[in-house]
């Protein structure tokens, strides 16, 4: 009862958002409403008990998006011009999405059924044949590092590139000796 | 008692948001996102506690890191306009952006 | 002894909430985004730590009590830089606070 409330609270602040970042036509405005937008999409998906994507929103959406939109930002102009005449195409391709996504999500079988395909045909696979297959005894280690492999390497090209930013916003250069100017250049 | 920390925080969250939306300058809006995000570490902290499994604190760590990193990115790319070492580069023009 | 803390928990959670939703009121209704960082900065060290410490005191002795206390001195360091570093990319881009009438200068 609380959590559904709390859940649907989360999900009016994030229309609220959406509907903000929709309407406001400084494109600095969308760039930190997105960013509050990431935080609270993060916080709805922990409490629905998601906590790894929960993660994964708030580091990609409010750490990396942010900036990246930034950095383009500074090369382009910092207002959304108004287009010539408005037609209702892109409207109407949002809402038919839309609706075909809720169908397709009521028509989903019940959360755990042991009858689904994926536990009857794709689980049973990959527990039977990892051994023989890939020579690994532990089925998890096997499916990150044999079968996903490259997701496996996305993944730590993202934690080095995360580690390289936070040593580039934070570091300061130690003061030579022979000049004259102190940390600030002046 | 997690259910009223959980809706005064909700209700914090809403109030800073709709200046997020007002705020004429752009540092107005920093300020929402950095307020919203210290809310939220708040209020996943009270969720932990309100649904009796408090494992969720090490997302909360990894929220508060997170956001004063990106507090600190944008207002570099304001002050520099860049995220490299502060030492080489000029600023850009300085008038308040809007 | 439970009755105590109980109390005790009920009084910094209630403190922080007050604490946090005067903040937010703050931040929306003060007329300059200098007055503005004053309430933030109330809000995000004292409203959240107030409300973290209501909750440590219900959890005990365990390592849920060190994350929260690790929370809260991560957040009462963070936040003051945070706001201090906004104040002052406000103040080199020339963003003139607002001052009072004439007379009172």
Same mark, same amino acid.
């Given at each position: 009862m609380i959590d559904a409330l709390i859940y649907g609270a989360l999900i009016l602040l994030l229309i609220a958002t959406a509907i903000g970042m929709a309407r406001t036509r400084s494109l600095f405005a969308v760039v930190a409403l997105g960013g509050i937008y990431s935080f609270l999409m993060a916080l709805a998906l922990l409490v629905l008990d998601a906590v790894?994507?929960?993660? &994964?929103? +708030?580091?990609? #959406?409010?750490?990396? @998006?942010?900036?990246?939109?930034?950095?383009?930002?500074?090369?382009?102009?910092? %207002? =959304?011009t108004l287009p010539i005449r408005l037609s209702p195409a892109p409207l109407?391709?949002?809402?038919?999405?839309?609706?075909?996504?809720?169908?397709?999500?009521?028509?989903?079988?019940?959360?755990?059924?042991?009858?689904?395909?994926?536990?009857?045909?794709?689980a049973p696979r990959y527990l039977e044949d990892v051994v023989r297959e890939t020579g690994v005894p532990n089925a998890v280690t096997a499916v990150l590092a044999s079968y996903r492999g490259y997701d496996t390497l996305g993944e730590t090209t993202v934690i080095f590139t995360a580690g390289i930013g936070v040593l580039?916003?934070?570091?300061?250069?130690?003061?030579?000796? @022979?000049?004259g100017k102190d940390k600030a250049g002046r | 008692?997690?259910?009223?920390?959980?809706?005064?925080?909700?209700? +914090?969250?809403?109030?800073?948001?709709?200046? #997020? !939306?007002? #705020?004429? &300058?752009?540092y107005d809006r920093v300020l929402a996102a950095n307020?919203? /995000?210290?809310?939220?570490?708040?209020?996943?902290?009270? %969720?932990? !506690?309100l649904n009796d499994r408090p494992e969720f604190l090490d997302i909360a760590l990894v929220y508060a890191l997170l956001n004063v990193l990106s507090t600190l990115a944008i207002l570099k790319f304001f002050r520099f306009g860049s995220l490299g070492d502060p030492e080489g580069i000029e600023p850009?023009?300085? =008038?308040p952006r809007r | 002894?439970?009755?105590?803390?109980?109390?005790? @928990?009920?009084?910094?959670?209630?403190? /922080? /909430?007050?604490?946090?939703?005067? #903040?937010?009121? /703050?931040?929306?209704?003060?007329?300059?985004?200098?007055?503005?960082?004053?309430?933030?900065?109330?809000?995000?060290? !004292?409203?959240?730590?107030?409300?973290?410490?209501?909750l440590m005191l219900q959890a005990g002795l365990t390592l849920v009590t060190v994350k929260l206390a690790i929370l809260i001195l991560f957040l009462g360091l963070t936040s003051p830089v945070a706001c201090h570093a906004l104040g002052r990319a406000a103040r080199h881009r020339r963003l003139k606070p607002l001052l009072a009438a004439k007379e009172d200068r």
């Open positions: 790894d994507v929960s993660m &994964t929103e +708030a580091s990609v #959406g409010a750490g990396i @998006s942010t900036v990246l939109l930034l950095g383009t930002l500074y090369l382009t102009r910092l %207002h =959304e109407a391709m949002s809402v038919i999405t839309g609706l075909a996504l809720l169908y397709g999500v009521v028509h989903l079988p019940p959360f755990g059924d042991p009858s689904t395909p994926m536990h009857r045909h794709v580039l916003l934070l570091r300061r250069r130690r003061r030579q000796p @022979s000049d | 008692m997690f259910a009223a920390a959980v809706a005064a925080l909700v209700v +914090a969250i809403a109030l800073v948001l709709v200046r #997020g !939306f007002l #705020g004429p &300058t752009v307020t919203i /995000g210290t809310l939220a570490v708040g209020l996943m902290a009270a %969720h932990g !506690f850009p023009p300085t =008038e | 002894m439970s009755l105590i803390v109980d109390t005790a @928990s009920w009084l910094l959670i209630l403190a /922080g /909430g007050f604490f946090c939703i005067a #903040g937010a009121f /703050g931040i929306l209704r003060f007329p300059d985004l200098y007055t503005r960082m004053h309430a933030a900065g109330v809000l995000d060290p !004292f409203g959240v730590s107030l409300i973290l410490a209501g």
